[in-house]
C-alpha cells in the first residue's frame, strides 16, 4: 500500500520538468484499483470465451512491457460498458497493457506522458542521425547501451523521468538502433533488496517491480543479476 500511495504522489509532478499537471487533468491521472480490477475482470472473461487475449497486434520488435496493449474494442459493451476513465480510450492519460501473457495475463499501466516526451526527445535524436549520419551516442553503460550527448540534440538540461516505483528520477538512454529507454536499475537494485525470492543469473527480474505496483516499467529493456548479484542489463 505504501508504494502504490507513493505511485499516486508521484503522478501530480511533470514528467520531465519541475511543474505540475493542471487540476483538470488530476481526475484522470490516478490508477483507481476498482478500474484496474473492472478491466482485468473483463480481460479474463474475454479470454475463457473466445481462447484469445483482446490485445492489438503490435510488431514482434515491440519492446515487451509495451507488446500487448489491451483493445477496448473487444471488451465494449460485451464485458464492460465503457473503457475506463483514466484510459486514453476513455479520455485520460493511461494506456491498459498486458504482462505476463504466458503464465498469467495481468493488466497493469503506461503513463502517456512518458510516452509523449520520449517520443519529443525520439525525434531529436531522429533528425539528428538523418542529418550527421550517426547518433548522438555520449558514453557506453552497457553492451548495447548509450548515454546521450544532449547538447547535439539541442537540449540544455537533461532529462528524467519520475520513476513509479519510488521517489527518483530515471535517466533516459539509446540503444545501437537509436530507440530510447528509461534506465530501472536504480528501481531494480532496492527491488532486490526487498525481495526473499531465489534469483538466478540470466531472468528477467523485471516482475519485481511490477508485481505490487498498477505500473509496468514502461520503455525498458529486461534486467537480470551477474554471479554476483549486481543488476545488469539483460542482453538478449
Do not use: H, W
Not at 26 to 41: A, H, K
Not at 156 to 167: A, K, L, R, T
Amino acid at each position: 500500500m505504501k508504494r502504490f500511495l507513493l505511485t499516486i504522489s508521484l503522478l501530480t509532478a511533470s514528467v520531465l520538468g519541475g511543474c505540475m499537471f493542471p487540476d483538470t487533468e488530476r481526475v484522470n491521472n490516478i490508477p483507481y484499483e476498482d478500474q484496474l480490477q473492472s478491466v482485468q475482470s473483463a480481460v479474463d472473461a474475454y479470454q475463457e470465451n473466445t481462447g484469445v487475449l483482446p490485445i492489438k497486434t503490435k510488431p514482434a520488435n515491440t519492446p515487451l512491457m509495451e507488446r500487448y496493449p489491451v483493445e477496448f474494442g473487444r471488451l465494449v459493451p460485451g464485458y464492460m460498458a465503457d473503457p475506463p476513465s483514466n484510459s486514453f480510450e476513455g479520455g485520460g492519460l493511461f494506456q491498459y497493457v498486458l504482462v505476463d501473457v504466458e503464465t498469467d495475463p495481468t493488466i497493469k499501466l503506461i503513463d502517456l506522458r512518458v510516452t509523449e516526451r520520449l517520443q519529443e526527445l525520439q525525434t531529436k535524436i531522429n533528425a539528428f542521425r538523418a542529418k550527421e549520419g550517426k547518433f548522438p551516442f555520449d558514453g557506453s553503460l552497457g553492451k548495447n547501451q548509450f548515454t546521450i550527448d544532449y547538447e547535439k540534440v539541442f537540449v540544455s538540461e537533461e532529462p528524467y523521468i519520475p520513476s513509479p516505483y519510488s521517489d527518483k528520477e530515471l535517466p533516459i538512454y539509446v540503444d545501437g538502433s537509436g530507440q530510447l529507454f528509461v534506465d530501472y536499475r536504480e528501481d531494480m537494485k532496492q527491488a532486490l533488496e526487498n525481495t526473499d525470492e531465489s534469483l538466478n543469473p540470466g531472468d528477467d527480474l523485471r516482475y519485481l517491480l511490477y508485481e505490487d505496483s498498477p505500473f509496468a516499467p514502461a520503455y525498458s529493456q529486461g534486467y537480470s543479476i551477474d554471479e554476483q548479484g549486481e543488476v545488469i542489463f539483460l542482453n538478449n
